[in-house]
C-alpha cells in the first residue's frame, strides 16, 4: 500500500483557519473514498470527516459546520478547509482510503 500525503498545517490562533490538502495518485479519489482523521494528544485516532468517490460528504459532530471537505479530482487532490478553529482541533491529521496505508500526517496547533 502507498501512503497519501497530507500537508497545510501549522499554529493557529483560536477562531482562525487553515486548509489541508491530501494529495493521492491516478484517479483514486474518483474510485474511492477518502477519509480525514485526526490524533490529538494522548488520544486515540478518530475519523472526522469523509467523502466519497460519488462527492457525498460526513462529519463528525465535533467538527459539523466548521470543517467543509471537498475534492479536486483533476488535481488528484482532497482539501479539509477548517474555520473557527479551536484549541480541541489540536493533533495530528491523515488522510486514508481503504487501499493506502497511513502517511506522516500534518500537524494542526490551535493556540493563543
Known amino acids: 500500500q502507498v501512503p497519501l500525503v497530507e500537508s497545510g498545517g501549522g499554529l493557529v490562533q483560536p477562531g482562525g483557519s487553515l486548509r489541508l490538502s491530501c494529495v493521492g495518485f491516478a484517479t483514486i479519489f474518483s474510485v474511492y473514498d477518502m477519509d480525514w482523521y485526526r490524533q490529538a494528544p494522548g488520544k486515540q485516532r478518530e475519523p472526522v470527516a469523509s467523502?466519497?468517490?460519488?462527492?457525498?460528504?460526513k462529519y463528525a459532530d465535533s467538527i459539523k459546520a466548521r470543517f467543509t471537505i471537498s475534492k479536486n479530482a483533476a488535481k488528484n487532490t482532497v482539501y479539509l478547509q477548517m474555520n473557527s478553529l479551536k484549541p480541541e482541533d489540536t493533533g495530528v491529521y491523515y488522510c486514508?482510503?481503504?487501499?493506502?496505508?497511513w502517511g506522516q500526517g500534518t500537524q494542526v496547533t490551535v493556540s493563543s
Open positions: 467523502i466519497s468517490s460519488g462527492g457525498v460528504t
Open positions: 486514508k482510503t481503504t487501499i493506502t496505508s
